[in-house]
């Protein structure tokens, strides 16, 4: 099978460009400690672990769920406030202090310099489920187009969200490589919507995976320098 000449590139964003896990244990961090200033009724049987158990089990309740991760949150906190009788406007306080620990990433050292060198060779574009503000980081400047799927209204893997971004771009799904960690909602998803797709390999765990061994990425990349060269 012949293949389009790569024009752009879409990636990842958590663990793609940072690692994710210690950026979510901060602020949630950060959340709770602004909860037990300003609505201490909740935080004095809240942990931050119930918390997070009480909002995996919201997710069923609404499709929106799925894919609008702030929607989540939001919701779930103005439950919480009005079951202990506090304002459930504080939410949008409480989202807000949230949301500025959530932009705090420690980008991986690749990403910039690669950055740089990846603007002159190719277009490039970012599609996240998660809902990390480009502009708050100041990475915004280095990608044409974002789509985030709490704006777009579905997440990955569903082709349409790729789609959207290559719609953005102009360009055949052919024509772009999509990078991501995860290999089921990255490499699958991108693959199933047409697009050719790397697997961000940064950790090196075996391509083997049994649960993944039906899914193979057109490259593997230990970091975006590895991609830049593959160009």
């Known amino acids: ?22 950026v ?15 609505a201490p009724a909740v935080t004095a049987l809240h942990t ?3 918390l997070r158990e ?4 919201l997710v069923a309740s609404d499709p929106r769920f799925s894919y609008d991760l702030w929607a989540l949150r939001h919701t779930l906190l103005r439950q919480i406030l009005a079951e202990h009788d506090e304002d459930p406007a504080k939410a949008d306080q409480a989202m807000a202090v949230f949301a500025a620990a959530r932009n705090q990433v420690s980008l991986y050292e690749d990403v910039l310099p690669a950055l740089q060198a990846l603007t002159q060779r190719v277009r490039l574009g970012t599609v996240s489920n ?3 503000d480009l502009q708050a980081i100041g990475l915004a400047p280095h990608f044409e187009v974002s789509v985030a799927a709490h704006q777009f209204g579905c997440a990955k893997p569903d082709p349409r969200i ?21 290999l089921l909602l990255d ?8 697009l050719r797709a790397g697997w961000m390999n940064r950790s090196g765990m075996p391509s083997a995976d049994p649960r993944h061994q039906h899914i193979r ?5 230990k970091d975006l320098h590895d991609l830049t060269q593959w160009l």
């Open 1 to 22: 099978m012949l293949f389009m000449t790569i024009k752009a590139v879409l990636l990842d964003l958590d663990d793609t460009l940072w690692p994710v896990a210690p």
């Open 24 to 38: 979510i244990r901060h602020a949630e961090s950060r959340l709770h400690a602004w909860m037990q200033e300003h």
């Open 48 to 50: 931050i672990d119930s």
């Open 54 to 57: 009480r909002r995996q089990a």
């Open 130 to 132: 998660g809902f990390a």
């Open 162 to 182: 790729f789609l959207a971004a290559c719609d953005a771009l102009g360009l055949a799904p052919q024509a772009v490589l999509y990078v991501g960690d995860d």
């Open 187 to 194: 490499v699958q998803g991108a693959q199933q919507a047409g």
């Open 217 to 221: 990425p057109d490259a593997e990349f």
